[in-house]
T-cell receptor
């Protein structure tokens, strides 16, 4: 498994602003993922962030809205840009540790409220 | 049809009961399967991977039926602490890469 931390744990933001969420893992991992979980719903994958390459975005998510950085094997950031109330959600990062077979381990999440 | 579908729930069962959840998936080329549990306002946590031969971990048994494209989770002698949402997760292979798909979850509530 892996120990994953996220910052901030929660935030309340004004519409039109941007928030950057940080994800730190205690070991080097190749695969990191960013998910969104809207109230009462399951997880939706936003993008896969692999070190040394551009993030791969899922259908419905674009880089201009959700820019991602992956500067090294233990850290990633997700920015939610030009926020609107519809972006209110929980944002989670996850990792697939080396040696695991597609098993993912999640950070505690960032609860975002946009007013 | 959704790529991963689960029993909608909620399931409300007495402590000590046996409860089973099913999950179906649409892509026959799916490679790996998991059950996660998610407590209220917490992140999902891996409960168990599901192997072709089926696997058991204490009170939990997972089965995979590739022919019918479903997986199941059986919880025996349920405890109050088993109350959570159970997420079925499937790793599907697409045209160029694999993708993890989460089911919508089944809520389980164990009553004393």
């Amino acid at each position: 498994s892996a120990v994953i931390s996220q910052k901030p744990s929660r935030d309340i933001c004004q519409r039109g602003t941007s928030l950057t969420i940080q994800c730190q893992v205690d070991s080097q991992v190749t695969m990191m993922f960013w998910y969104r979980q809207q109230p009462g719903q399951s997880l939706t994958l936003i993008a896969t962030a692999n070190q040394g390459s551009e993030a791969t975005y899922e259908s419905g998510f674009v880089i201009d809205k959700f820019p991602i950085s992956r500067p090294n094997l233990t850290f990633s950031t997700l920015t939610v840009s030009n926020m609107s109330p519809e972006d209110s959600s929980i944002y989670l990062c996850s990792v697939e540790p080396r040696g695991s077979y597609n098993e993912q381990f999640f950070g505690p999440g960032t609860r975002l409220t946009v007013l | 049809r959704k790529e991963v579908e689960q029993d909608p729930g909620p399931f409300n069962v007495p402590e000590g009961a046996t409860v089973a959840f099913n999950c179906t998936y649409s892509n026959s080329a799916s490679q790996s399967f998991f059950w996660y549990r998610q407590d209220c306002r917490k992140e999902p946590k891996l409960l168990m991977s599901v192997y072709s031969s089926g696997n058991e971990d204490g009170r939990f048994t997972a089965q995979l039926n590739r022919a019918s494209q479903y997986i199941s989770l059986l919880i025996r002698d349920s405890k109050l602490s088993d109350s959570a949402t159970y997420l079925c997760v499937v790793n599907m292979w697409g045209s160029s890469a694999s993708k993890i798909i989460f089911g919508s979850g089944t809520r389980l509530s164990i009553r004393p």
